[in-house]
């Protein structure tokens, strides 16, 4: 399926809401990518705002990263003035170096897929290693859970919009790759853990998924303050971290 374009690019006009809603990664999850890579130089695929370059930037000397919104590259070397960022799609970026890891947090699914795997196998070195993560969300409570789905069922929308998508992302990138003999020693693991969202909070993280924010805002507003008394103060919500690791054979 072809990447949406229009809608790849919309998380752009919601550079601040992205900052604070969405959740980062797990510091333990760098550690095991970062054990599982070989050293030397890292390049970064969607960087966006810097939610994986922050935790992963402190460790690592030599790190590039590529977005294509100039709104969130700004934020992103705001963010991590150490790093060095590249404006522009990954199908049109042409690596002056091989790279010893190459990871993508969140963004993986808008790279061509008819082109992914090949640019990837081309950007790292033999045996580096590629690292690719989503977060998955989740409401804690699942009689809550059912209540949210259901306005966005009313409202033409679908729960795996908001809770799961991200994981069939992973999986996808899991069988994808078992079939491709250029990438070996594959591995999938996963985080979890459990935070406060308070109810503004939460519904800014509804405005950062992109199904939510290619509507119309005049059937996305009403759409927000129905789901507004469900939410009460706040919601708890269980984060699901899934990675795939996956090394370029020799």
Known sequence: MPVDRARS???GQAVDLYESARPGYPDRLVTEVLEYAPSGSVLEV???TGKATTVFAPRVADLTCVEPDARM???LAANCPDVRVQIGMFEDYVPDRRFALLYSGQAWHWVDPRRRWDLAHAALAPSGALALFWNHYLVTDPGLR???AEVDHRHGMTSSSLHQEEAVRSEESQRLLAGDPRFTDLDDRSY???EWYAAGRYLNLVRTISAYRVLDPGLREPLLRELTPLLGDGVHMTF???LTLARRAA
């Open 9 to 11: 690019v919309v998380f």
């Open 46 to 48: 969607g960087a966006g």
């Open 73 to 75: 590259a700004a934020a």
């Open 146 to 148: 059912s209540a949210l």
């Open 192 to 194: 979890s853990w459990t």
């Open 240 to 242: 699901v971290t899934n």
